[in-house]
């Protein structure tokens, strides 16, 4: 995008960053596998990456933040407004612990439904790596893939997440070459080869 709207700090672009995006409406399994995955980037330093929607999203940001990391938002409206409504809560905790919400729209810029594809450019975009937790056929998270794959970012499926109706557009990526990776330490092992996350902490309980 021409121009970015911002609320909160701005990150140390100079880290690599990882986005963790999915459906609005996942299993038990894929919420725990997000919240895990992003509890474990936040405790190697990794800032997490997704669109504060529903669902996959909002676990990586709340396993972002109980990991006491910094997490970024990508919005699908202007930087004055919070959508969906029911994360207004998490918005204030991401900018809170030091985070960042960030959209191209301008303040007062409303919810458009094509704004969410859009925006999910600017998600892979500011990452090295994406990992799609869980994804049917026809959800808007394979969209973040294709534009990672188009900016020659990292692209990961969830292999805990790979089974029915859910798993079924991770099964596709996966057929087409995306590694299925179980932890962050198999991302951390493409990056860094025999780099291994910090310590072995126990990650709570999420949903």
Known sequence: PFLLFARGALPDWSRPALAVVGTRMPTGAGRRAAYELAFQAAEAGIPVVSGLARGIDGEA??????AGGLTVAVLGNGADGIYPVSHRGLAESILEAGGLALTEYAPGEGVRRHHFPARNRIISGL??????VEAPLKSGALLTADYALE??????VHG?????ENGAGLRRLAEDGAP????????????????????????????
């Open 61 to 66: 940001h709340r396993g972002c933040l109980d």
């Open 180 to 207: 299925a990776i179980f932890s962050l330490d198999a991302i951390l092992e493409e990056w860094s080869p025999g780099t291994r996350r910090p310590g072995d902490s126990r990650v709570p309980a999420g949903p």
């Open 160 to 164: 805990g997440c790979l089974e029915g």
């Open 151 to 156: 900016q020659g970012r990292d692209l990961f």
């Open 127 to 132: 990452c090295r790596g994406v990992v799609i």
